[in-house]
């Protein structure tokens, strides 16, 4: 599976971004996806997962409320609508693809990643 992220950008705080992960190569619909995220001098940390259908969503506690994952299997794509977004969401963002059934929150149990896209949000 091959992944590409994108929708990354600029905005102040309050606002809102839409981050897309289209895939190509085997077949998208049977892997759950995930979205993660790393800041400056910090390690990778989980943002949010989807299941292979997504009947299921998770979320990591500093994102729940604000951030909606969903995926368009027709369309080989994730999303990751951010909303209310804080300046501590700065990062780049990473959307991986993993053969664990239901879900996954830790970066070894994702067996492929995009190349990740740059959100800043200003204060």
């Known amino acids: 599976v091959q992944l590409q992220a994108s929708g990354g950008g600029l905005v102040q705080a309050g606002g809102s971004l839409r981050l897309s992960c289209a895939a190509s190569?085997?077949?998208?619909?049977?892997?759950?996806m995930g979205w993660f995220r790393q800041a400056p001098g910090k390690e990778r940390e989980f943002v949010a997962a989807i299941s292979w259908s997504g009947g299921s969503t998770y979320y990591a506690d500093s994102v729940k409320g604000r951030f909606t994952i969903s995926r368009d299997n027709a369309k080989n794509t994730v999303y990751l609508q951010m909303n209310s977004l804080k300046p501590e969401d700065t990062a780049v963002y990473y959307c991986a693809a993993t053969g664990v059934t239901g879900w996954a929150h830790k970066v070894y149990e994702y067996d492929y990643w995009g190349q990740g896209t740059q959100v800043t949000v200003s204060s």
């Open positions: 190569g085997r077949t998208f619909s049977s892997y759950a």
